[in-house]
């Protein structure tokens, strides 16, 4: 997808969805997918899905709305995997949603 923010998305992480728990209570996850995105590395403060008051280390600002959610695994250009803290969406004048992840 070509979108006016296209350009700026030059990073891409690695999409997993829940798909469930195992035996054990462990999530299970599906199949990775490819997300354009940006990857910036910035402290703020922001609410959990809980409502708890934490520390937001890294944004990810995706190329459209790829359906990520807190429950999902994403695994950032660095390998590592983070824990979701929050998942917003934005729309813009058109109607396209765009997402920002909270890590």
Do not use: K
């Not at 296209?6 to 999530?27: A, F, H, I, K």
């Not at 990857?39 to 709305?65: A, F, K, L």
């Not at 695994?75 to 934005?90: C, K």
């Amino acid at each position: 997808m070509t979108t006016p923010w296209s350009d700026l998305m030059t990073q891409e992480v690695t999409w997993e969805p829940r798909t469930g728990l195992d035996e054990y209570s462990r999530p299970t996850y599906g199949a990775a997918t490819a997300v354009r995105c940006r990857v910036v590395g910035r402290p703020r403060m922001t609410r959990d899905v809980d409502g708890q008051e934490v520390v937001s280390t890294t944004t990810i600002y995706c190329d459209g709305n790829p359906g990520i959610s807190p429950v999902d695994r994403v695994t950032l250009p660095d390998g590592s995997q983070p824990v979701i803290l929050r998942v917003e969406s934005y729309p813009d004048e058109n109607g396209q949603v765009y997402q920002q992840v909270l890590t």
